[in-house]
Each structure stands twice: as structure tokens, then as C-alpha cells.
């Protein structure tokens, strides 16, 4: 049964600084993985989808990368701003579904 | 271009009612999934439809039932709700095969239920 866990929980960060985060799971036959942004009390935005054959994926300011053989992925973002604070959740694509990790709140500070 | 519509956004039920929610999913989508997502928890899947049928389900008892009407919207159905049943309710779609393509899950804003 795939497993997706997201560490850590939560962060708190100082603007302008950059930040990883992670993201772990158990099945490595996955066809690919999403890293979403959600605000509060809202839907789920797709930020980036890397496909199993690719390693990584770039945004503007985020990039994230993915080890198939290890069941690791991270988010990286660059000179975090204040507006980016959200949760941030991982989903890896099974059988016509999505398996997604609990999430990590981001808080930036001005 | 029109992105995925559900309503309502907000509803609130009493324990043992029955509760439908809509979805109208992205112009040019044929395939509607639905996740419920507990506070402070990532989403679940609770099933997928697609050309109208169910395409695969989540580990959701059968009170939760759902639809898919020619032109590609959805609905779910609660029946019998618990306490438990409050979540966020989100409704994503896509196109056949875009699991493995570079085309991500459209999501909509979700329904945010509550059961008292």
C-alpha cells in the first residue's frame, strides 16, 4: 500500500530565505508525481508535475526534483516572499488516483 | 476557458441526512474523481467516474455514491451522514491518459460540509 509522508509538518521562515521540503513514499511504481499549493479553505493548485522518467521539474522560483529508486521528492523555493505561505502537499499518481501526503504549512515572514 | 465549478460552497447537515454536491468539471475534461479532505489532513480519493461510470474507488463505505451526466459533470451523494463526515469536498478532472502525461489534475475550490 503506497504510503506519501511529508516532513515537516509545519515551518516558519524569514522572508527571502530559501527553503526545502520534503516529501517521502513507499512505492516507487508511481507514473508521477504533484507537488499542490492550497490556501486556506480553498481547492488545490498544481504547481509541478514531474513524470516518472524526469528527475525534475522548474517554476520561476520553485523547483522540484524526484528519486524514484530512494521514494524521495523535494520542493525547493527560492527567495521565499511572504505570499507564498500556504500548504504545501505532495501527491504521487497510482491507479487512476492520486495518494497525497498531509502536507507542510509554510508561514514567511515579512 | 472554464475551470472546475463546485457548489455549494458551504452547506452544513444534521447527522443521518442524505447531502448531493455538484461538480462541473473543466471544459474539454471527461473524467471527474472526488476526495474528501479532513481538517489538518491531505485528501483521500473516493472514486473516479468516467464516460459516466465508475472508474475506480477509494476505501469509502457505500452510503458514498456518485455520477457522471453526458456532459461530464458529477455529483456525489452522502447518505446516512455521520459526524465524521465533515471535510472539505473536492472535485478534480481530467483527460484519459493525462496521469501520464504532462496535463496535471485540475481541482475545483471543494464544498466545505459540516455535520452536527
Known amino acids: 500500500k503506497q504510503e506519501v509522508t511529508q516532513i515537516p509538518a509545519a515551518l516558519s521562515v524569514p522572508e527571502g530565505e530559501n527553503l526545502v521540503l520534503n516529501c517521502s513514499f513507499t512505492?516507487?511504481?508511481?507514473?508521477?508525481l504533484q507537488w499542490f499549493r492550497q490556501d486556506p479553505g480553498k481547492g488545490l493548485t498544481s504547481l509541478l508535475l514531474?513524470?516518472?522518467?524526469?528527475r525534475e521539474q522548474t517554476s520561476g522560483r520553485l523547483n522540484a526534483s524526484l528519486d524514484k529508486s530512494s521514494g524521495r521528492s523535494t520542493l525547493y523555493i527560492a527567495a521565499s516572499q511572504p505570499g507564498d505561505s500556504a500548504t504545501y502537499l505532495c501527491?504521487?499518481?497510482?491507479?487512476?488516483?492520486?495518494?497525497f501526503g498531509q502536507g507542510t504549512t509554510l508561514q514567511v515572514k515579512p | 476557458e472554464t475551470g472546475v465549478t463546485q457548489s455549494p460552497t458551504h452547506l452544513i447537515k444534521t447527522r443521518g441526512q442524505q447531502v448531493t454536491l455538484r461538480c462541473s468539471s473543466q471544459?474539454?475534461?471527461?473524467?471527474v474523481s472526488w476526495y474528501q479532505q479532513a481538517l489538518g489532513q491531505g485528501p483521500q480519493f473516493i472514486f473516479q467516474?468516467?464516460?459516466?461510470?465508475?472508474?475506480g474507488r477509494g476505501n469509502f463505505p457505500p452510503r458514498f455514491s456518485g455520477l457522471q451526466f453526458p456532459n461530464y459533470s458529477s455529483e456525489l451523494n452522502v447518505n446516512a451522514l455521520e459526524l465524521d463526515d465533515s471535510a472539505l469536498y473536492l472535485c478534480?478532472?481530467?483527460?484519459?491518459?493525462?496521469?501520464?502525461?504532462?496535463?496535471?489534475?485540475?481541482f475545483g475550490n471543494g464544498t466545505r460540509l459540516t455535520v452536527t
Open positions: 478534480a478532472s481530467s483527460n484519459p491518459g493525462t496521469q501520464t502525461t504532462n496535463s496535471p489534475l485540475h
Open positions: 512505492d516507487s511504481a508511481i507514473y508521477n
Open positions: 514531474i513524470q516518472s522518467s524526469q
Open positions: 501527491a504521487v499518481s497510482g491507479t487512476g488516483k492520486l495518494i
Open positions: 471544459s474539454g475534461h471527461n473524467t
Open positions: 467516474y468516467y464516460r459516466e461510470e465508475e472508474n
